[in-house]
């Protein structure tokens, strides 16, 4: 059993910053990939980044160079650090987690079935 939660949503001006973190539990469980989601109201989850069981990182397109995740393989945590935050990155931010994920699908919403509840992001101009 997976349980997934998210922590560090809050809200900002454009330009600021925020430090997101996902835990997994247990810290045992070995060959799990973590992910981090979005979703703003009306628009699909958008996938941000994702850490493969191989310790690479993917990222979407949309966020290089403004998110940078970090994974903490002793408890299984992801971290985001968000800087040079937009009004458009407001969303409600998911962590999701699932054992052996395939990098060619890494970043594809179906490829986990442990989902934390979620944390606010919400960015003003």
């Known amino acids: 059993q997976v349980q997934v939660k998210e922590s560090g949503g809050g809200s900002v001006q454009t330009g600021g910053s925020l430090r997101l973190s996902c835990s997994v539990s247990?810290?045992?469980?070995?060959?799990?990939?973590v992910a981090w989601f979005r979703q703003a109201p009306g628009k699909e989850r958008e996938a941000i980044t994702a850490?493969?069981?191989?310790?690479?990182?993917g990222y979407a397109d949309s966020v290089k160079g403004r998110f940078t995740a970090s994974r903490d393989l002793a408890n299984n945590s992801l971290h985001l650090q968000m800087n040079s935050l937009k009004p458009e990155d407001t969303a409600m931010y998911y962590c999701?987690?699932?054992?052996?994920?395939?990098?060619?699908?890494?970043?594809?919403?179906?490829?986990?079935?442990?989902w934390g509840q979620g944390t606010q992001v919400t960015v003003s101009s």
């Open positions: 999701a987690a699932e054992r052996w994920v395939a990098w060619s699908v890494l970043l594809d919403s179906d490829s986990y079935t442990n």
């Open positions: 247990p810290n045992s469980i070995d060959d799990i990939s």
């Open positions: 850490s493969h069981t191989s310790g690479r990182i």
